[in-house]
Nanobody, 123 residues
């Protein structure tokens, strides 16, 4: 199993940047594909980005492509989400998630989740 703890959320003005970080426990971090998801008030949780086990392949939702960058450091057991050019519609609770082996944009395939971190973008 793996335990995940997110950090880095906060309040930022539109056009600004934030960097979220997710720290994972355990010695098998490199066997997990990692994903970021978000849930806005009154909406379903949605896929944001994912990265494969090595960090060599990344995937993004169309709504964040070109603005967000996911990366991982297997030596430090961390996965980050750099968010630039933030928009008010990016306001949500952001969750880090892990699944064994292959990446996915489906939240139902991720068994391990962090507690979430709030990101608020003001206009």
């Amino acid at each position: 199993q793996v335990q995940l703890v997110e950090s880095g959320g906060g309040l930022v003005q539109a056009g600004g940047s934030l960097r979220l970080s997710c720290a994972a426990s355990g010695r098998t971090f490199s066997t997990y594909a990692m994903g970021w998801f978000r849930q806005a008030p009154g909406k379903e949780r949605e896929f944001v980005a994912s990265v494969n086990r090595s960090g060599g392949s990344t995937y993004y939702a169309d709504s964040v492509k070109g603005r967000f960058t996911i990366s991982r450091d297997n030596a430090k057991n961390t996965v980050d989400l750099q968010m630039n050019s933030l928009k008010p519609e990016d306001t949500a609770v952001y969750y880090c998630a892990a699944k064994r082996y292959t990446t996915s944009n489906s939240q139902n395939t991720y068994p391990y989740w962090g507690q979430g971190t709030q990101v608020t973008v003001s206009s």
